[in-house]
DNA sequence: CGAGGCCTTGACCGCGGTCAATGCCCGTGG
DNA sequence: CCACGGGCATTGACCGCGGTCAAGGCCTCG
């Protein structure tokens, strides 16, 4: 699990071998069933998860109840309720494990502290913070611009892992469409 | 002009004297006339700029070549054209003045520069970053989750300035809406 | 004063949502 | 090992939001 996330961390930044474990060692592991909601709405606890198996679902609840997906996140990716963690106020999203997990958190307070006591840590920070930044961006580009069926398809393109591993139910979540448009729309194409 | 920049960069940050002059030393004024396009798709001058005085448009083309308003800035704000300055690569935005603008601006491989000479310019951008996801986290959440009523709504109560400044035809670009849906849901509410 | 852009209103229509019925698959317990 | 139940997928009927097209009035600017 660790050394999942020591490449992950290598690939992105140049850090010494000290430092690199000073980092690894604020983070702990967890495991987690399938379905399991790990964090949610309204909790204070907000963590920086790295996923080393499975995946999770990042996801918010609409006033009447309805869950909207924002994103999932599979191996080797880092995954937080990021509104939350920039704000330090109650969390927004939920966060869920979606097949039985096996992560590594890390605090936010813990997060905030290597800031300040490894300064190549912000430089961390900041490529993960314009990479969600893109995707985000992408993500509302793609809401605004396309219709279902080119939304599926770029989907289909950009990260068919989502289509084929995942439930049609989760997959039109994302998508923001219903169960039965996503149906459709697959018996056409 | 330089006296608006420089509170808004202590306003978030904490910097010496020194290093805020070393740092607003990099930025160029710039005057754009209303409508003027500042910076257009397929460009590679990619520059971040300070709105003194004015109001900026950030849009993107549809390949069917409708346009799409990502943001409006307009005074005391920064603003660009995110992606392609975090990627480095071609523009895919544009910047419009939309009234007659008094700039500054920092080119992009300047502003790279400051983040490696004065760190703390690195906890500015961090700053820059977090609101910039938050606000698109935001937005993209408004059109999963409401219909052009409320989104008009939630706008008036959250930036009124842009409803009562602009023409119904921007507000609409703005809301993904057509003029003609806008206009209609004005006069019933 | 004319032309072009913006705003409004009406007519029409298509995408995708909801509701409902049915079928399928799979996990669980007897 | 089979029977049952619950969740997921598919299909049909219906409908409403908001888009497009078109026409008319108004304001602005050259």
């Known amino acids: ?12 930044i140049a850090i010494s071998d000290d430092q690199l474990s000073v980092v690894l060692s604020y983070f702990k592991p967890l495991v987690a069933k399938k379905k399991e909601l790990i964090s949610s709405e309204g ?3 907000r963590r920086m998860y790295f996923v080393a198996k499975g995946c999770l679902r990042i996801y918010f609840v609409k006033p009447d109840g309805a869950e909207v997906t924002r994103r999932f996140a599979f191996e080797n990716r880092f995954s937080t309720s990021l509104v939350s963690f920039i704000s330090g106020e109650l969390l927004t999203e939920n966060t869920q494990a979606i097949e039985d997990c096996e992560l ?37 580009q793609s809401f605004i611009t396309l219709d279902a069926t080119e939304r599926y398809k770029l989907l289909l393109q950009e990260n068919p892992q989502i289509v084929l591993r995942l439930s049609n139910k989760l997959v039109a979540n994302y998508l923001n469409i219903s169960q039965e448009a996503l149906s459709r729309l697959k018996s056409k194409a």
């Open 1 to 12: 699990m660790y050394s999942q996330l020591s490449k992950y961390i290598t690939n992105r």
């Open 43 to 45: 909790n204070s606890a």
């Open 104 to 140: 590594l958190y890390i605090s936010r307070n813990d997060f905030y502290y290597l800031l300040e006591v490894v300064p190549v840590w912000e430089k961390f920070y900041r490529s993960y913070l314009e990479e969600a930044y893109v995707n985000n961006t992408n993500r509302l």
